[in-house]
């Protein structure tokens, strides 16, 4: 649908007197709040307790201090801007006479005084006295006097000199400031001239126990006169004096002279939680904003946090450091069924719940996890998450970016509507998933099979690729150990009785077991494989003494070496190793390393570790704390309650699992024990000591009193603290704040920020240069650039620049197009985008300009890794809204796709697929183009030239050039388009041998039935099995005792697999009557002839005839004849496989006229998965064959701008020469508007012509 | 009328040629086949140029305006040109000649002196 403009401006468009106005204004992608801020300066120094002032000029006046520099000195530094807040610039610096060291500093304060110089109040200690002294520089940082106000000696008691200080009116000022010696008390002082100050005088602030500690006072001056004295106030001692703290204010309505008695604004209830350091803006009369900071040793959350479900047992937590995000797998860890509570995803900078998974959810986890699951089988990787079921033969895969959940099934589970999706088959019974690791550079999700069956052990490794598109999924088989290779007692270290860990490591070559055991009589091993299978390691007691015998729990694999937990064996000589064992896989060596915090015979390293960063091995030891053993100083630090105040609730020790998050450069804990008081996620820096965090309340007026809202996180990191602010003073609804942060480096930085980032860049647009916006049609972003000076400040690189962020790349700009019509200026949207680029360079005599160049959020979306949808069968809006939603977080209100013409169900699943290629699909095969509105919103349009028109040109008053153009275009006349049904249909392939069967039989007899699965997986059907006698045993005695029998006796109803049947004859009894003949012929004598047989007389003569041998020959040849009854046999069965396909189907569309013409036909041809029918071809062909015919009549033409027009309209307009009325549809519009003389603000189009 | 001032130089002399003090307009116009298109984004005297000239000048006025370019920075511009509106300026160029007549010393004047003003606002 055209753009509908604002009536004023529509008219003002026809008009040939044009007044165009451009508006370009950058701002935060985000919200401004949380602030992440930006580096004040790049000194390696530490700058710390800043002090802001908005001066009435305009100026921004910050002084802060600093030190010790590389010389050891240090003192206050001034800093300011010019009145139009765009550059810092130096002022004066205040270096303190003796090295910075040997201060302590205290606070600083500013407030204007009359005639507009700035009063200055500070304090430091050094040398047992605290001073209190006062500065007067002008506005621009130049110092103008300083002088000493008071000094207090050191007697023991804390005495707190951090004062502030308040302009009361003209001439009129005071400071605050508190003191304690047996009470803690405030004091204040006043001054006519900021030179001379009167004599202090105690404030008195009811409500208050007198000695108890007050500190970080601060004045703020409402705009009615009253005023506030913020401060912290301890409000009772621990046993070891923590503090409990909590902010407070007290009102005076008479300049200072009396004052309310406090009012506490906050209500933290642990000695742990500290908050202090309250700074107050006010930014209108009825609204206040205040800062304070939050310590605490550690941060926590379970499952009272917003959008984590019910469970918070974390045992097992993935890093996505890119994506600074953490998954924390929950599963059930009392006693009974273990179950899955959920999977959740933490934005680790934000603290906050992005999304949850459980078994209610959509997309959800099969309910079978509701009372199945083991919690320490998986290793995810970024945000791809394995989840097993116990003793169900299933995993689910949860991708947290897709937010997609893939269930993959060894076994049918009827109860719980599970079909069996991977092409494999458990060897036996025995089988179960026993752990899952991912691979995530690859893709691969890893399965470690286990059988601990005691007749029938074994060990099989392999894995499932990740982009296999489903519904069935093949498990490539990598490890087959199936023939009772372990005992049962080894395997157990890999199951419920043990620790084991499964790990596969690509780069190096490593598919890595470990069984270790609580069983004390159990052994353990650890084993490396390669990934082609070959068992490279084999490290057990029996091979090697030095291996710990009951194995290796858990594992870290860091610098080519494998450090494990053992478990404590007193006996084999084993006696003294204790801890962790680091294993030279190339030496084969094994060194122990017992830890120095505690001595124990086995530690609890039996749970998730995890690598920190510079050798630091993070082992979580429940009873204990998290122990980091670094590898390098080979040294132990253990963390616990001890040492991190309030790192757990309720001071527990009970840790389950560990990471690392290095961005952050904190240690994640996930508490999930059975005995544990409370469950969920802990984080604390052992880099950085406490957490400290800027919160913010917004104070409103409501007539009668200031109403607070909850505090919420005013800064996104974890070490911010002592924030001042100031409104700006051109915006009141934004403020600038300045705040110190500890860097890695140990020292402390100015960090400032402002909110109300909006800033518009039109006033610095350059005179002479264009403004140029691209829309297409053609899936790609839409473009604007344009050129601003003051290339100075906003180079991204100028520290010293307020404007330095402003053109940063990935800064949002949104873009307005108006026209001056009297007075007023009308607007229309231009599109929203992001800087992609902004090119300068610095020469000596030449000014400085910015090109920025911009492209719409797709340029952004173009840089997501390629995703996995989920399974869609539905229509394309609602697949394009889905993945709008899931994929780049779009919002409902932000998607405005209307029903595409001619829909059809879209039955697909998309792998590794870029978004915008999945949206250019979807759109392409129905006819549409997808855009970012020129309002910012996810919008489709028809392509077509005979859509309605949008707008018409009744005269040539704005068209300047005219030119057809059809460069583009082919002579094809014919477009052929082809898909599948998307039901299957069975067929039968070509015969082909599907297995190869040999063997051996002989006189003893033989009987073998193979079965022949038509497949390794078993999952092929193959009809009419046929066998192929290669060769076959014979002999004459077989074929006297009835052959060898040969052939399929069985075939597979279900045609999975037949049984070929061999069978040979027992021999064995003729073998014993040869032998029988044998024995009997040896009984029987010679004959002789004409003599009684058996009897020779003597004397007598006669042939001898041996009657005996010759028996016995028969039965010699007898038994040979049996005994080489042995031969081979070989078979080949062949057999018709059988399959599912899918038909093709085919249709075209013809350009009749075109092939008339041009007396031949010219065809294209292409596929589209998401055609079904003839009719969805046709349709696919004939939009093609439109666009085909539509880029030979391609017209460019130059206009004035219209503010209406935009690609995929319709325009009518009149042929320069015939006046024949033409319709042209828009694709390309490239807006241009170039102020100043010889400008101009033209459309230059590109588009079809309606035939 | 009084002499113009720039910073703080009242010139003894006004200059002999001076470019006049009202807007630029920013505009432009493009034929089309049966009409015109005239774009205008207004009128501005921000950025106008202002060209002075002086046949004579004293050297001391010279000097305070050589000192004023070479300080680079905005100054304060009264053309006392009857409106009552000043200008914040910045001194783009400054040129000029010694003027050496007979029995004149060298440092006294300077002949066809050239300075122009950029403004950079209307204060």
């Known amino acids: ?328 797998t929950c599963i059930f860890n009392s006693a009974g069924t273990k179950y899955l509570e959920c999977v959740v995803k933490v934005k680790l900078s934000t603290w906050e719940v992005l999304d949850a998974w459980d078994t209610t959810t959509s997309p959800g986890f ?229 830890p120095t915090y505690v001595a124990h015979d086995t530690y609890f390293y039996q749970e998730m570790p995890c690598l920190g960063t510079n050798g630091d091995m993070i082992w979580p030891d429940s009873g204990q704390g998290i122990a980091v053993y670094n590898a390098i100083s080979e040294t132990w630090t253990l963390w616990n309650n001890g040492n991190i105040g309030g790192m757990t609730p309720g001071a527990q020790e009970d840790h389950l699992c560990a990471a690392y998050w290095s961005e952050g450069e904190m240690i994640l804990v996930g508490e999930g024990f059975t005995s544990s008081a409370w469950n969920g996620l802990v984080m604390f820096s052992v880099l950085y000591g406490a957490i400290q965090q800027t919160y913010y309340k917004e104070m409103y007026y409501s007539g009668s009193e200031w109403v607070f809202s909850d505090s919420s996180r005013m800064v996104l990191g974890f070490r911010d603290d002592e924030m001042v602010g100031a409104v700006d003073p051109s915006d009141s609804s934004s403020l600038y704040a300045f705040w110190k942060r500890k860097e890695s480096t140990g020292v402390y930085s100015i960090i400032w920020d402002k909110e109300g980032s909006i800033f518009d860049l039109s006033p610095y647009l350059v005179n002479g240069e264009e403004v140029v916006c691209n829309r297409t049609i053609e899936q790609k972003p839409s473009t604007l650039s344009f050129t601003v000076s003051h290339g100075h400040l906003f180079d991204p690189f100028n520290p010293y620049s307020l404007l330095s962020t402003i053109l940063k790349k990935g800064r949002k700009i949104t873009l307005r197009w108006g026209e001056l019509v009297g007075v007023s200026t009308y607007w229309q949207d231009g599109g929203s985008f992001y800087v992609t680029q902004a090119v300068l360079s610095f020469e000596r005599g030449k000014y400085t300009n910015v090109q920025v160049e911009c492209e719409d959020e797709r340029t952004v979306w173009g840089q997501h890794e390629p995703i996995t949808t989920e399974y869609y069968n539905d229509y394309p809006e609602v697949i394009l809204k889905d993945i709008l939603k899931d994929q780049v977080s779009m919002i409902e209100e932000d998607i405005d796709i209307p029903e595409f013409d001619n829909r059809t169900r879209i039955v697909a699943q998309w792998i590794e697929t870029p978004i915008e290629e999945i949206i250019n699909q979807i759109c392409n095969r129905y006819g549409y183009y997808f855009r970012l509105s020129v309002s910012g919103k996810a919008n489709t349009r028809k392509v077509s030239v005979n859509n309605a028109v949008d707008h018409v040109y009744s005269d040539l008053a704005a068209i300047m050039q005219y030119a057809p153009d059809d460069k583009y275009s082919d002579f094809v006349n014919r477009v052929v388009v082809t898909g599948q049904e998307q039901t299957f249909i069975e067929v039968q392939f070509a015969e082909e041998r599907v297995k190869a069967i040999q063997g051996t039989v002989g006189w003893w007899g033989y009987k073998n039935d193979f079965t022949v699965n038509y497949s390794e997986d078993g999952s092929r059907r193959c009809i009419y099995p046929k066998l192929v006698v290669i060769e076959s045993s014979t002999s004459i005695a077989f074929k006297l005792s009835g052959k060898i029998q040969e052939s399929i006796s069985f075939e597979d109803p279900a045609y999975h697999y037949c049984i070929v049947t061999v069978k040979a004859p ?111 071809c046709y349709n696919v062909a004939a939009y093609e064959l439109m666009i085909a015919k539509a880029q030979r009549k391609r017209l460019n033409i130059t206009k004035v701008a219209h503010l209406q027009d935009e690609e995929g309209d319709t325009i009518q307009l009149l042929h320069p020469y015939s006046r024949a009325s033409i319709y042209m549809f828009i694709t390309n519009l490239k807006r241009s508007m170039k102020p100043g003389k010889g400008g101009h603000f033209l459309d230059e189009i590109e588009g079809w012509v309606r035939s | 009328m009084p002499n113009m001032i720039l910073g703080g130089l009242t010139f003894n002399r006004n200059p002999t040629k001076m470019t006049m003090i009202i807007p630029d307009k920013h505009c432009a116009y493009e034929k089309t086949y049966s009409s015109v298109a005239f774009f205008s984004w207004g009128t501005s005297i921000v950025g106008k140029e202002l060209e002075l000239e002086w046949t004579n000048m004293r050297s001391s006025d010279f000097d305070s305006l050589d000192t004023m370019f070479r300080a680079d920075a905005e100054v304060n511009f009264n053309p006392q040109a009857g409106t009552g509106k000043t200008y914040t300026v910045n001194i783009v160029s400054l040129d000029g000649a010694y003027q050496r007549i007979l029995g004149s010393a060298v440092g006294v004047w300077r002949s066809d002196v050239k300075m122009i003003l950029l403004v950079m606002a209307e204060v």
């Open chain 1, 1 to 328: 649908m055209a753009l509908q403009l604002d009536p004023t401006l529509a008219w003002a468009q026809d008009q040939k007197s044009r007044h165009p106005r451009v508006e370009i204004k950058s701002r935060e992608k985000v919200a401004d709040i949380p602030f992440d801020g930006q580096a004040l300066t790049l000194e390696s120094y530490s700058e710390f307790s800043p002090a802001l002032l908005a001066h009435s000029s305009g100026r921004l006046i910050l002084a802060y201090y600093y030190g010790p520099d590389a010389l050891g000195k240090g003192g206050i530094k001034f800093v300011y801007t010019d009145t139009s807040r765009l550059e810092f610039l130096q002022g004066h610096t205040d270096q303190f006479p003796n090295p910075a060291a040997s201060y302590t500093f205290g606070g600083i304060s500013m407030c204007e005084l009359t005639g507009g110089n700035i009063g200055v109040v500070y304090g430091f200690y050094i040398a047992s006295y605290y001073y209190l002294w006062r500065r007067i520089i002008t506005p621009t940082g130049v110092n103008v006097s300083a002088a000493e106000i008071a000094n207090f000696y050191y007697n023991g008691n804390e005495v707190n000199t951090y004062p502030t200080v308040v302009t009361l009116g003209t001439n009129s000022y005071m400071m605050v400031y508190l003191r304690k010696t047996t009470d803690c008390l405030f004091y204040k002082r006043t001054s006519s001239n900021f030179t001379t100050w009167a004599a202090e005088a105690a404030v008195s602030v009811g409500g208050l126990t007198a000695a108890n500690y007050k500190r970080n006072p601060s004045l703020t001056k409402l705009l009615n006169g009253n005023l506030w004295l913020w401060f912290d106030y301890t409000e009772t001692l621990g046993v070891n004096n923590e503090e409990l703290k909590n902010i407070y204010y007290s009102v005076s309505t008479d300049n200072g002279s009396t004052w309310s008695s406090a009012v506490k604004v906050t209500d933290y209830t642990e000695f742990t939680e500290v908050v202090k350091h309250p700074v107050a803006v006010q930014k209108t009369a009825l609204e206040q904003t205040l800062m304070f900071t939050r310590t605490v040793g550690a941060i926590n959350m379970n499952d009272a946090e917003a959008g984590w479900p019910t469970g918070a047992d974390v045992t097992q937590i993935c890093m996505d450091e890119p994506n600074g995000v953490a998954y924390l």
């Open chain 1, 366 to 594: 099969n309910i079978a996890y509701a009372s199945s699951c083991w919690w320490h089988f998986d290793k995810g990787s970024r945000y791809l998450i394995p989840v097993t079921t116990n003793g169900l033969g299933m995993v689910s895969v949860l991708n947290g970016e897709a937010d997609t959940i893939t269930l993959y099934a060894f076994l049918d589970q009827p109860a719980y509507s599970v079909t069996k999706n991977i092409n494999y088959t458990f060897p036996h019974t025995g089988y179960g998933i026993n752990k899952t690791f991912i691979d995530f550079d690859n893709k691969r999700l890893w399965i470690l099979l286990v059988s601990g069956y005691t007749w029938h052990t074994g060990i099989i490794v392999g894995y499932i690729n990740l982009n296999e598109a489903g519904p069935s999924y093949t498990f490539n088989v990598i490890v087959n150990e199936n023939v009772n290779h372990f005992t049962e007692s080894e395997l157990s270290g890999l199951g419920t009785a043990g620790y084991g860990t499964f790990e596969v490591h690509p780069d190096e070559d490593y598919i890595i077991i470990s069984s270790g055991t609580y069983v004390s009589s159990f052994p353990g091993f650890l084993l490396i494989y390669t990934l082609d299978g070959n068992l490279y390691k084999e490290y057990k007691f029996s091979s090697y003494p030095d291996f710990p015998w009951r194995g290796i729990c858990k594992f870290l694999f860091y610098d080519g070496k494998i450090w494990g937990s053992t478990q404590y064996q007193s006996l084999y000589g084993q006696g003294d190793m204790r801890g962790i064992c680091e294993i030279n896989i190339d030496q084969d060596l094994f060194i122990m390393h017992r």
């Open chain 1, 1066 to 1176: 027992n021999l064995t009894f003729l073998l014993l009557a040869g032998v029988a003949v044998f024995l009997l012929g040896s009984f029987i004598p010679d004959g002789v002839t004409g003599i009684a047989l058996g009897f020779i007389a003597s004397g007598v003569q006669g042939n001898t005839i041996p009657i005996g041998r010759i028996i016995e020959k028969v039965g010699i040849f007898l038994c040979m004849m049996v005994l080489g009854a042995v031969g081979n046999y070989q078979y080949e069965v062949w057999a018709t496989p059988l399959g599912n396909v899918r038909r093709s189907i085919q249709s075209q569309a013809d350009d009749t006229d075109a092939q008339a013409t041009m007396g031949t036909v010219i065809s294209k041809k292409f596929e589209d998965p998401f055609c079904y029918t003839t009719a969805d």
